[in-house]
């Protein structure tokens, strides 16, 4: 459902993204960490559209991101870790604007919203205006538009930011429900460890630009080792002491 072949991202000199090559077929969830400046977030707004590649290819559902990007897109739902939201609009306008923007039929917009709105708890806030809300409802409803056009693909960075701890397991057993029942594929940016470790069926390691190990959890610690005792040790395990192609064994920033 996702593929990635052969994709590089430079900015000027610096190579944030090197030679990435990667699948997520439909039903999967994979996480993707890496350190600060790895090339997490360079990654994630390539597979959303946002930005090109300057080399190598990315297929959404099969169509060419870069030739069929309108397509590719109709079957994305994308999550950003800093959401933009129309303040001013109530949580039921916002995902009726988004509606229109897919072109969704009223009747089976509204249907979506309803089943959205009270699936992920923000339904009694519907018609509040979004600047009422807290970050983890703002959160969530960003949730509700990207899965309301019944999306194939969903790209996700760092879901639980700004979620208290029933928001994050409610939002867990969405994404697992959405792999399980409706076959989406599932592709997490993270940073927290036991995140990708409840949640990921593969998980795929980035380091100075370059994925430097993939598999399931049990595959990266027999890749390891050393019988590392959880996916964070694993993590430092394969990401300390990797030198940078540009000089340094680190990265700073989100790249």
């Known amino acids: 459902m996702i593929k990635v072949e052969r994709v590089n991202k430079n900015y000027r000199k610096h190579k944030a993204v090197i030679d990435l090559s990667l699948a997520v077929p439909p039903g999967e969830i994979y996480g993707f960490l890496g350190p600060n400046g790895a090339g997490k977030t360079t990654t994630i707004r390539m597979l959303a559209g946002a930005l090109a590649p300057s080399s190598g290819a990315i297929h959404l559902g099969g169509f060419d991101l870069a030739t069929q990007p309108r397509q590719a897109k109709s079957i994305l739902g994308y999550i950003p870790d800093r959401p933009f939201l129309y303040e001013k609009l109530s949580g039921h306008e916002f995902l009726s604007f988004t509606a229109d923007l ?27 205006l979004i600047e009422n809300y807290s970050h983890g409802m703002k959160q969530r409803l960003i949730m509700s538009g990207a899965l309301l056009p019944r999306p194939k693909i969903l790209v996700v960075d760092e879901p639980m930011v700004g979620l208290d701890p029933r928001g994050a397991k409610l939002v867990m057993g969405i994404f697992r429900s959405l792999a399980l029942e409706d076959r989406v594929a599932v592709f997490i940016s993270t940073h927290t460890m036991s995140l990708a470790s409840r949640l990921c069926d593969r998980i795929g390691i980035i380091q100075h630009g370059r994925l ?34 540009e000089g340094g064994k680190g990265g700073t920033g989100d790249v």
């Open 102 to 128: 897919y072109r969704m039929r009223r009747a089976e917009a509204e249907a979506r919203s309803q089943e959205l709105l009270e699936l992920f708890e923000l339904w009694d806030w519907r018609e509040e």
């Open 212 to 245: 430097i190990s993939e598999g399931t959890e049990e595959e990266l610690r027999r890749a390891v080792g050393r019988g590392a005792s959880d996916l964070e040790d694993l993590f430092l395990e394969l990401t300390t002491g990797i030198e940078s192609p």
